[in-house]
């Protein structure tokens, strides 16, 4: 089994050489800590030392220490494998926290509940800016650091993989037998011993066709003749550290894209009723982040009128009985480009006019009318009802400021298949429109938005006003399906819950009560570029941790008693499995299988 | 009865006989530590460099299989003892890895019919990722065997064992019927994504146990180096800390691409599902420091100081954050990622 010369016991001395066959300029340049396992398990374990090498170890020591000197000291010490190891683990560590306590980004509501069920220790935490961690300056500084030791890193190694990729093979080492992966066959076995006379003209023949043969495999090819043994020197896997400074630059490019990029897009979001539209404009958004240097002359103006909203439930799996199975918005666009009908789905965005447009959201928006005691509409509007749960129990706020005695809100909870709970409390049993009922309590006083204070639309500050139905009042809260309306209080005026199908049979509530969707409109430059870079990371990668770097050789020995061998040896760079296949591969197919 | 309750049999049927394979290979292991104990000292501290001599009937080594492949050292004073025992043919092995087949056929079956009974792929939610998921554990176990030139059959216990033990919790505690896909999840990166992720959490798992192997063995290998004696453990008949860790690393750097590829086509699948590409969504936070973890794994083996023990400990770190992040992130972390379907 154990059939290969290399099971001798090698003589010591065997590393200075193998050495030698290492440290050529055409390997990648690495910072000075850096180990690739070839010196032995004992080299430089838990040395604790500086990464610089000797001169930077001595500066520490040295008492006289100029700026320069400090300054370089620093920049090594920063561009070292240590510290971009440390950074990595601090960014790891310092990313957890921002997913044990809610974010601002991505969860507001959650933190606001978070101060309010801990108002001791959520000012704290807040102090430390741990609802904002991932825009803290603790994590940025630990990024940005990482980044620049980063570029610090890759600029010397990309200049001197350019020069590396010109440089010629390294010279052939002596004694090749000393290297790891190493084998020989006779040279007499050869059809090159046949084909030509001499044995000096065999061997240089067949070194000839090794190198023809390794260069045809994809290595770079060097003739040596040392001494009258004429060698064959090759290397390969330059993309290996091609690869390695691809993957890196491209996480450098991806940093910036995001950073520069987002800085020019915007998002905002709006909710549309069925049958209404909205201009992609400024003012029509509820809510609109601009990026950094977004200007709003480059909001393209066009018209997206939500015509429909198909919401579809399950109905036969008793397991899922009402769960979502499918929502569809379909829009009309009209803009510079005339006039187009599309759908938007949960997982597919419509792309418009340089926007991406996604559906985030769906409900029913009840329509409200409000009539003073004679007769007269003072109010009327589809409200968007906010869905609280998955059957699509909803709340929304009716504010009739003008032409009743009194302005008055309304709360309203809306069940699109009401069903009563043991407790008295109604509930939804069902997301679809099966026995609507729409429940208001009524607030008269003041609605607080006249002296022009911003108000949300979904929210109603009861302070100064007085509640007159449900609740404590004693007086039972407006109840009311699709088609009815009942008296307001104090003889305030009516309220009607409108129907959108009045010529509908009487059970029949489907199409009832108009749905609306919550767009998302986002434009973010950035993106194309992030997913080259990400598909450049990928591709990087892939080529470093994959393509091996190995150098070979063939030299033509002559041998005391007269005969020559070829002799075929190789050397890994970085982590190689496969190289001692590849050399006696390589020599079965040119010098013979072993006999 | 239903397809989805025959799959729920087979699954059942699979854990029985992954039960049978986990003893077998825990025989197994029991055996090396009996046969190393009867090598006598000598003869170990004789045998040459990194021979691994017929450690299974399965391998052809050549000599430098067991001694960092890729190195060029000479032989040192910690080899002979680290070098392997010769540890000849075990039957119980090839009935561990036989009934290992036969679970993993079962383990195969239950989960395509899983899939057909729910007319869709068999991962979207918490049971069906346990049940793919330890399925391709399983399936790249059996696939490193075939084509890796060490004999790995020893790592057999902890793979059934964890296979085992999660399909245990799997149908205990997260079986759901099956039920249609929310709009959210109705997605080709539904397949893709979710389906890599999966995949790279096999390989992390088999680097996970290569890495705890290590560790192991580099304790041992440090404690015989010093003592002068073999301690009888059937850690004397597995390769040697620094294979282990060779290996641990190829197995890794795998996982490490597939996390990659997860952490890009999430955010690809994000952009088209929520309207944004990253949002530090407590999920996507813990891909995140997964995907740094390993990366830092990557640049410890390559820095003076950390390769051997401490990169096996980020390793391991980093397996655990990858099961954290499938049981604790995805059951009781609110965010975005409400899929586990409990
Ligand atoms: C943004 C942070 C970084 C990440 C995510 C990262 C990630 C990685 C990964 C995944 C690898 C293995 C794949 C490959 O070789 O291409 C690697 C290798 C490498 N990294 Fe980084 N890296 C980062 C920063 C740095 C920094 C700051 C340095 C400079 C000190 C550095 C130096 C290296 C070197 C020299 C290798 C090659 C190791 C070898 O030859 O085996 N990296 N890095």
Redesign the interface.
């Known amino acids: 089994m154990v059939s290969s010369p290399r099971s001798e016991a090698r003589p010591e001395g065997g590393r200075a050489d193998a050495a030698s066959a290492r440290d050529t300029g055409v390997d990648p340049l690495r910072p000075s800590d850096y180990d690739d396992g070839s010196r032995g398990p004992d080299a430089g374990d838990g040395d604790g030392a500086v990464a610089g090498e000797g001169g930077s170890a001595a500066a520490v020591n040295s008492p006289k220490l100029g700026p320069v000197e400090w300054l370089r000291f620093g920049w090594r010490q920063l561009t070292s494998m240590r510290t971009a190891l440390l950074l990595l683990l601090l960014l790891a560590i310092a990313a957890v926290p921002g997913s044990l306590v809610p974010q601002r980004s991505s969860d507001p509501n959650g933190v606001v509940q978070y101060f309010a069920d801990n108002p001791d220790l959520a000012p704290v935490l807040d102090g430390f800016q741990m609802f904002d961690v991932y825009t803290s300056v603790w994590f940025s500084a630990i990024y940005l650091l990482l980044f620049i030791s980063l570029i610090g890193c890759i600029v010397p190694r990309t200049k001197h993989h350019l020069e590396a990729l010109r440089a010629r093979p390294p010279k052939t080492p002596a004694r090749l037998s000393r290297l790891s992966a190493f084998t020989e066959r006779p040279l007499a076995s050869t059809d090159d011993a046949v084909s030509t006379g001499s044995t000096p003209a065999a061997a240089e023949a067949a070194i000839e066709r090794a190198a023809a043969a390794l260069k045809k495999s994809g290595y770079r090819v060097e003739r040596y003749d040392l001494r009258g043994a004429p060698s064959v020197s090759a290397e390969r896997g330059y993309l290996r550290e091609t690869g390695n400074l691809i993957f890196h630059t491209a996480l450098v490019g991806v940093l910036v894209a995001v950073a520069l990029g987002g800085g020019f897009g915007f998002s905002g979001q709006r909710v549309i009723v069925e049958g209404q539209s909205f201009v992609n404009t400024l003012a029509a958004y509820d809510s609109f982040n601009p990026g950094r240097f977004f200007d709003d002359t480059r909001l393209t103006p066009y018209r997206l009128t939500l015509d429909e909203l198909e919401a579809v439930y399950e109905t036969e799996n008793r397991d899922a009985l009402g769960q979502a199975i499918d929502f569809t918005a379909r829009v009309t666009i009209e803009g510079e480009g005339g006039e187009a009908s599309h759908e938007v789905k949960v997982n597919e965005p419509l792309y418009e006019y340089g926007t991406d447009v996604y559906l985030l959201g769906n409900g029913y928006a009840p329509t409200i009318t409000v009539r003073d005691p004679d007769g007269d509409i003072v109010f009327t509007d589809s409200i968007p009802f906010l869905p609280q749960d998955a059957n699509l129990t909803s709340i929304g706020v009716v504010k009739v400021p003008d032409g009743l005695a009194e302005q008055i809100g309304m709360v309203g909870f809306f069940y699109p298949t009401q069903s009563t709970l043991s407790s008295g409390a109604y509930t939804s049993s069902y997301p679809d429109l099966v026995y609507p009922v729409l429940t208001l309590n009524v607030y008269s006083g003041d609605l607080g938005i006249n002296e022009g204070t911003p108000r949300s639309v979904y929210q109603l500050d009861t302070t100064g006003m007085e509640q007159l139905t449900g609740g404590d009042t004693g007086v039972d809260s407006v109840e009311l399906m699709p088609g009815e309306s009942t008296e307001l209080p104090n003889g305030l005026g009516t309220v009607e819950f409108e129907t959108a199908t009045p010529d509908a049979a009487a059970d029949d509530f489907s199409q009832s009560v108009p749905r609306f969707a919550s767009f998302d409109v986002h434009h973010d430059p950035s993106q194309g570029w992030v997913l080259v870079f990400a598909v450049l990371i990928i591709g990087g990668l892939m080529l470093s941790l994959f393509v091996p770097r190995r150098r070979m050789w063939v030299k033509a020995v002559s041998k005391p008693d007269g005969t020559v061998v070829l002799e075929y040896a190789g050397l890994a760079r970085g982590d190689d499995p496969g190289l001692e296949r590849a050399v006696e591969d390589f020599a079965d197919a040119h010098g013979g299988k072993r006999s | 009865m239903t397809l989805d309750e025959i799959s729920i049999i087979a699954v059942y049927s699979a854990m029985a006989v992954y039960a049978v394979a986990f003893i077998a290979y825990s025989i197994d292991l029991a055996k090396r530590s009996a046969a190393s104990g009867a090598t006598t000292v000598a003869e170990t501290a004789s045998e040459?460099v990194g021979?691994l001599?017929?450690a299974g009937a399965t391998t052809a080594?050549?000599?430098?299989k067991a001694g960092?492949?890729?190195?060029?050292?000479?032989?040192?004073a910690?080899d002979a003892a680290t070098s392997a025992v010769a540890y000849g043919r075990s039957p119980v092995l090839r009935v561990a890895v036989a009934m290992t087949v036969i679970a993993w056929l079962l383990h195969l079956g239950a989960t395509v019919l899983r899939g057909i009974a729910a007319e869709r792929v068999p991962w979207a939610n918490m049971y069906e990722f346990a049940l793919t998921g330890t399925l391709v554990v399983t399936t790249v176990f059996l696939v490193v065997l075939l084509i890796s030139?060490t004999d790995l059959r020893f790592l057999g216990t902890f793979i059934t064992g964890l296979v085992l033990v999660l399909l245990g919790i799997a149908t205990v505690n997260f079986y759901?019927?099956?039920?249609?896909l929310?709009?959210?999840l109705?997605?080709v990166?539904l397949v893709i994504h979710v389906f890599v992720a999966t995949t790279s959490v096999g390989f992390f798992a088999l680097g996970f146990a290569l890495s705890v192997v290590q560790l192991m063995q580099a304790r041992r290998e440090a404690v015989a180096a010093t003592a002068d004696a073999v301690k009888k453990s059937f850690l004397a008949t597995l390769p040697t800390a620094?294979a282990l860790e060779?290996l641990a690393?190829?197995v890794n750097?795998v996982g490490?691409?597939l996390w990659?590829?997860t952490l890009?086509a999430g955010?690809?699948?994000a952009?088209?599902?929520?309207?944004?590409?990253?949002?530090?969504?407590?999920k996507e936070?813990?891909t995140?420091?997964i995907w740094?973890?390993y990366?830092?794994y990557i640049?410890?083996?390559?820095?003076?100081?950390?390769?051997?023990t401490r990169s096996a400990w980020?390793a391991i770190i980093g397996f655990s954050a990858v099961l954290f992040n499938f049981t604790v992130?995805n059951l009781f972390?609110?965010?975005?990622h409400a899929y586990s379907g409990l």
């Open positions: 040459p021979v001599a017929g080594t050549t000599p430098t960092g492949a890729t190195s060029v050292r000479p032989p040192q910690g030139k759901v019927s099956v039920v249609p929310p709009p959210a109705q997605s990166w620094a060779n690393y190829r750097i490490f691409i990659t590829f890009m955010a690809i699948w952009e088209k599902a929520w309207g944004r590409y990253w949002g530090w969504d407590t936070v813990w995140f420091i740094v973890v990366a830092g640049h410890a083996r390559a820095t003076r100081g950390w390769r051997g980020l992130v972390f609110k965010g975005l």
